[in-house]
């Protein structure tokens, strides 16, 4: 089953969440997109890769919301059989003492120009373990440190040892954020000089042979963001035969820190935009963190009526993304506003049927969806509801949001609440609905369907971001606050607008948000002759879609961190 994929070398890609159908709940958000788009767009350029995550057989979590806004979480179980062939390999590693078996999946990514790709989706389900150890690779982000520090394990030494179990030719390993760290110390066991070289005293790795092959994709500022686990802990969970001195001045004195590691073990290591790599490099002084700008996929989140036009207007768009630049003077303004239309009437319908709730189809709608938590503000555009209603009163416009909270991250749980509370105080004004269990589908839907979409994160904490990317494959204009991808992509009035000009304070970004929307947004949208509008969104598709897409992404991984 393997014999098409083991014989070329490949980039090991190794993520702790991938999304790769929306029926299959390996991913929790934006982090999961992104390997899945990584993925995708390795297919679609014949670039030999095989990714490596957990199969996490109960899922992320099923939203339900309740009558008063509380988050309700439900197991998402899925049958891995559904989608994925079970591989006879086993390999075991130490885990608190003892041996834990794992299995894989081999889920077959099949790309819409013919290419195919390997993921194996890393399981301990297995007879010969314990049943806590059955369900190590149970729930994603689910359990405490102990349990994230044995999924780790599993992820990290775990995959590296079944690649080689199952004779895959590995000729650079990817880390996609630290969750898999741990992979560099498995290389380092294999990598390590003849001890009659060694003077007393020196350690036996061979780093440099581990550094070079590997790279690091660092993906949050959020302090919280970074896996640290205590050496209590690591002493009692990791197989002892790893030398703790050494792990400490890899990964830190004080606790093991995933990102530390990663950092220590990739000779190449980048954030996921501009001013993220920045950031990046203020927090990691000593190190050189380059810019890798992150896209999406250019056909997954394309909705159908614009694939159909890019493909009449612009043929070879799929693989060569660029070529979107010459849609604002090749595509006639009445044919992006009938997609546009339809992809509108297919949110509509889905949010009926969520719902209950008609929107209407000639009033503006904004989208806003992504994680809830407290950085990324999903309240800011609920600060002032008195303004929010005299802006509605000139100009209407319609609210859909979405989004899941981590099931500990309580803040993000009460403002999804009083999301809801504010939702109904507005109900008399403004039509807002909140849709349960956002995932791929649904963002799919929202960002081609709305017209305008909202991003009002704290800078400096929205590394990229993505689902923006994802409104410009649809001409649907971004307004955001200056950060993570936007400040690369905002050109005002041209591909959306800014709110703010990247230092302002809260309140002065809610006032700049509503000035913005009240000023020239919504004049725009409702002025009698619509081509300045259908400008931005050509804007939108343009300079930003055809820059901002998972293509140019990976051809710059391939060129800048695979080959060397
Ligand atoms: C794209 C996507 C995200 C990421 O959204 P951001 O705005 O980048 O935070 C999260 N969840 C799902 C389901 C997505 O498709």
């Given at each position: 089953m393997l014999d098409e994929f083991i014989h070329e070398p490949r980039i090991a890609y190794f993520s702790m969440?991938?999304?790769?159908?929306n029926e299959m709940p390996t991913y929790a958000g934006g982090l999961g997109v992104l390997a899945g788009d990584t993925v995708r767009s390795a297919t679609d350029l014949e670039l030999p890769m095989v990714a490596v995550s957990l199969v996490s057989r109960a899922g992320y979590f099923r939203q339900e919301i309740d009558a008063q806004g509380r988050q309700l979480e439900h197991e998402e179980i899925w049958d891995p059989r559904s989608w994925a062939h079970p591989l006879d390999a086993k390999i075991a590693v130490r885990i608190d003492d003892r041996s834990v078996w794992i299995g894989a999946w081999l889920f077959v990514l099949e790309g819409h120009m013919g290419g195919r790709q390997p993921v194996l989706l890393l399981d301990t389900d297995l007879?010969?373990?314990?049943?806590?150890?059955?369900?190590?690779?149970?729930?994603?982000?689910?359990?405490?440190?102990?349990?994230?520090?044995?999924?780790?394990?599993?992820?990290?030494?775990?995959?590296?040892r079944l690649l080689q179990a199952l004779g895959f030719a590995i000729r650079h390993f990817h880390m996609n954020e630290g969750h898999s760290a741990l992979l560099g110390l498995e290389l380092m066991r294999r990598y390590t000089y003849p001890v009659e070289e060694l003077r007393p005293g020196e350690s036996p790795y061979d780093l440099p042979r581990?550094?070079?092959?590997?790279?690091?994709?660092?993906?949050?500022?959020?302090?919280?963001?970074?896996?640290?686990?205590?050496?209590e802990l690591v002493k009692r969970v990791l197989d002892n035969g790893f030398d703790m001195q050494v792990i400490k001045g890899l990964a830190g004195e004080d606790s093991l820190n995933m990102t530390r590691l990663a950092l220590n073990l990739?000779?190449?290591?980048n954030g996921v935009?501009?001013?993220?790599?920045?950031?990046?490099?203020?927090?990691?002084?000593?190190?050189?963190?380059?810019?890798?700008?992150?896209?999406?996929?250019?056909?997954?989140?394309?909705a159908e009526n614009f694939r159909q036009l890019y493909d009449h207007y612009l043929p070879g768009w799929c693989h060569e993304p660029q070529l979107l630049m010459r849609a604002d003077c090749c595509i006639p303004d009445a044919a992006i506003w009938e997609a546009h239309v339809q992809a509108k009437q297919h949110l509509i319908e889905k949010v009926q049927s969520l719902t209950g709730v008609v929107l209407r189809p000639d009033i503006a709608i904004f989208g806003f969806a992504r994680r809830m938590?407290?950085?990324?503000?999903?309240?800011?555009?609920?600060?002032?509801?008195?303004?929010?209603?005299?802006?509605?009163?000139?100009?209407?416009f319609q609210i859909v949001l979405a989004g899941k909270a981590h099931p500990r991250d309580e803040n993000g749980k009460q403002i999804i609440a009083q999301l809801h509370a504010q939702a109904s105080a507005l109900a008399d004004a403004i039509t807002?609905?909140?849709?349960p269990d956002y995932d791929m589908a649904l963002a799919q839907l929202m960002t081609a369907g709305v017209d305008v979409w909202l991003n009002t994160p704290l800078p400096p904490f929205e590394a990229s971001g993505t689902s923006g990317m994802k409104a410009a494959f649809n001409g649907v204009p971004n307004l955001s606050i200056l950060d993570g991808w936007w400040l690369e992509g905002c050109l005002e009035g041209i591909t959306g607008w800014a709110i703010g000009d990247a230092t302002g304070l809260p309140d002065d970004n809610a006032r700049a948000l509503y000035d913005k929307l009240e000023q020239v947004v919504l004049p725009l949208?409702?002025?009698?002759?619509?081509?300045?509008?259908?400008k931005v969104m050509k804007g939108a598709i343009s300079k930003n879609a055809s820059y901002f897409n998972s293509h140019r992404m990976m051809r710059r991984y391939a060129t800048e961190a695979y080959a060397r």
């Open positions: 969440e991938i999304a790769l159908r007879d010969e373990n314990s049943s806590d150890d059955r369900a190590i690779t149970h729930y994603l982000y689910g359990g405490d440190n102990t349990y994230r520090l044995k999924q780790e394990i599993v992820l990290g030494i775990g995959g590296v581990v550094r070079d092959l590997c790279s690091f994709t660092t993906h949050t500022p959020v302090e919280a963001g970074h896996d640290r686990f205590s050496y990739s000779e190449y290591i935009a501009k001013k993220h790599a920045e950031v990046s490099n203020a927090m990691f002084p000593g190190y050189k963190v380059h810019a890798i700008t992150n896209g999406v996929h250019p056909y997954l989140w394309t938590t407290a950085y990324k503000r999903p309240d800011l555009l609920f600060s002032n509801l008195e303004r929010l209603r005299a802006i509605a009163r000139k100009h209407p807002v609905v909140y849709l949208y409702y002025n009698s002759d619509r081509s300045a509008w259908i």
